[in-house]
């Protein structure tokens, strides 16, 4: 393995900016980076597939697939980036700065690093023909929407048996983590003089029926549904926020609460939204007031892969630590709908990301090319 190698890619990397953001105004896109992902592929005779992203000019996915076959391993992770704000940073975020054994830069652990380190870590299997297929699979928008993973349902990932998601797990082996769904509550009353109530319709008070459904609901999931993996082992349902009315001598016409609910493996996205619903009809109905129900985000199933499964067994093996479970959502659950046994891990560490003077630890880099090559040897040759 060459470090200098991984170092000057990832230098290229993260002199990329590809900032995905909620707010379009920061939105930056990340074609440059799977643009260059495939310059350093094809010559080392993959090939090359980008996917853009529908809507998205300035986005897309990479597959980028060596040897045919079956029962191969996908080597996947995101290009984008949270953003940055770089007076906080002791150095050029967009420039690959090594200090005390540190490589610092925005995206250098989450998570341009894992692609600058799986290309190192390919090279010696360029030389004979693969018995199954190597893909590096590279996806778009992970930091917001993740529709860069929603798209690959379209993906063609024929061969490929495995996956691993190469977010900063410091290299431990995660084999679960929770969903995700945030939805927006609206109760649209009637305002009204406060000295007569029936003057209006009171749009708080029906939001205070509400939030007590949710709390008993809440109460309901965490009885039936438990993961003795997580640290909080019960889905969660968080009341975030909530705006309604303006002034004490006016019914209040309008309210809005906004919360999240993190679900545990084995739960259905789907179902949550009648369960919701079932606590705001009888009390629309029984008030006579509108309540709206929508999603503020499409949402994240739950991911979970049995710990007999072979990649979960290997990795344990290969790394010498049980597979534990990660507080920080993914883009595993889209692997997993690909037909892949998917595992979360790779170098680095999430304490580092997101936040000012990101980096990667440089003795990171060759446990992670011992790992991936002799995940390469077991299940490509
Ligand atoms: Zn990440």
């Known amino acids: 393995m060459n470090t200098k190698n991984v170092l000057s890619m990832l230098t290229e990397l993260v002199k990329l900016p590809s900032v995905s953001s909620t707010l379009p105004s920061r939105d930056m896109g990340n074609i440059k980076v799977i643009e260059q992902l495939a310059n350093w592929l094809e010559p080392l005779g993959f090939a090359i597939r980008i996917l853009p992203i529908a809507g998205s000019p300035n986005k897309a996915n990479l597959v980028a697939t060596l040897g045919s076959g079956s029962g191969g391993l996908v080597l996947a992770g995101h290009t984008d980036t949270v953003p940055c704000d770089d007076t906080l940073w002791h150095s050029d975020p967009f420039a690959l700065t090594e200090r005390d054994g540190r490589l610092y830069g925005l995206g250098s652990t989450d998570m341009k690093g894992f692609f600058a380190i799986a290309i190192e870590a390919l090279k010696p299997f360029l030389e004979k023909p693969l018995s199954a297929p190597l893909i590096i699979l590279a996806t778009a928008d992970e930091e917001s929407s993740m529709d860069g993973a929603r798209s690959l349902v379209h ?67 965490a009885l039936k549904y438990q993961h003795p993996g997580f640290s909080v082992p019960t889905p969660t349902l968080n009341f975030g926020c909530i705006h309604g009315g303006d002034n004490p001598n006016r019914i209040c016409g309008q309210c809005e609460l906004h919360f999240d609910i993190r679900t545990t493996p084995g739960m259905d996205n789907g179902e949550l939204d009648s369960l919701i619903q079932k606590v705001l009809t009888p009390v629309a109905e029984r008030r006579a007031i509108n309540i709206g129900l929508r999603a503020l985000m499409p949402g994240l199933a739950a991911y979970e892969e049995p710990e007999n499964s072979d990649i979960v067994t290997l990795v344990e093996h290969l790394t010498g630590q049980p597979a534990g479970t990660v507080g920080f959502a993914t883009e595993a659950p889209f692997f997993q709908q690909l037909g892949l046994q998917t595992i979360v891990m790779g170098p680095g560490s999430i304490d580092q990301a997101h936040q000012p003077d990101e980096y990667m630890a440089l003795d990171q880099i060759q446990p992670t090319v011992d790992v991936l090559q002799a995940m390469i040897k077991r299940y490509c040759q």
């Open 155 to 221: 993906a063609d990932v024929s061969g490929a048996r495995y996956a691993v998601v190469g977010e900063p797990t410091g290299l431990k082996p995660m084999r679960a983590h929770k969903g995700i769904v945030m939805k927006g509550i609206t109760i649209t009353g009637r305002s009204g003089h406060s000295s007569n109530p029936l003057l209006g319709n009171n749009a708080m008070d029906a939001m205070h029926e509400v939030m007590s459904g949710l709390m008993q609901l809440r109460q309901e999931l």
